[in-house]
């Protein structure tokens, strides 16, 4: 059993130019150059960050795409506290062949995932390397500060998945829970809550 020594939010990056445009954009090579925010995307950072202003948020770490940069970076601004540190284990989820294709693909990647939380079809990135990779990182946080409020900021798949290891649910139902808007944050633990992680 893990007893939280700090408080964890959670925050997707608000709309992408890859939204807009209907595509899948997982791969770093694509990702971390291009797709940054739309216009109503940093309005929506903007905005979700002066709604957070009274929780404490002291510390930031994003995935090193470009539209979770943009957004973590509107986030420190609002929030006047240090520039966001990146760590690649918040990465979008790897889509592999549906890379570039519509967002529809989704669905497909979704249904597999209910079937087997190991599923690689496509050479999509399985739940099970997802959820262990984004734990991994809350648990290098929870060695390293005490007593803060940290706000991770990432991408749709990885927040629903990183989910699924506090709901104490099979990562390939991560779709079973609540969606998880663009720009949007959300509360993961609190300080003091006791969660059996999976590893």
């Not at 408080?7 to 971390?32: F, K, W």
């Not at 509107?74 to 240090?82: D, G, K, P, W, Y």
């Amino acid at each position: 059993m893990t007893v939280f020594k700090n408080t964890y939010l959670i925050m997707r990056h608000g709309q992408s130019e890859a939204n807009v445009a209907d595509i899948v954009v997982s791969d770093p090579a694509i990702g971390c150059a291009n797709y940054g925010l739309s216009p109503l995307g940093q309005t929506q950072a903007k905005a979700s960050a002066q709604a957070f202003r009274d929780k404490g948020i002291e510390i930031i770490v994003c995935s090193d795409f470009k539209r979770t940069k943009e957004t973590a970076a509107i986030v420190a601004e609002e929030l006047s506290v240090q520039p966001a540190v990146e760590d690649i284990r918040l990465r979008e989820r790897f889509f592999g062949e549906w890379e570039g294709q519509s967002s529809s693909a989704y669905e497909n990647v979704w249904a597999k995932d209910l079937q087997d939380s190991n599923q690689s079809f496509n050479n999509v990135e399985s739940t099970v390397s997802v959820r262990d990779r984004s734990v991994s990182l809350i648990q290098d946080l929870e060695n390293q500060h005490e007593d803060k409020a940290i706000l991770l900021v990432a991408h749709g798949d990885i927040l629903q998945i990183m989910k699924s290891a506090f709901h104490d649910i099979e990562p390939g139902q991560h779709r079973t829970l609540p969606h998880h808007e663009t720009g949007e944050i959300k509360l993961l633990v609190s300080k003091g809550d006791t969660i059996h992680l999976p590893i």
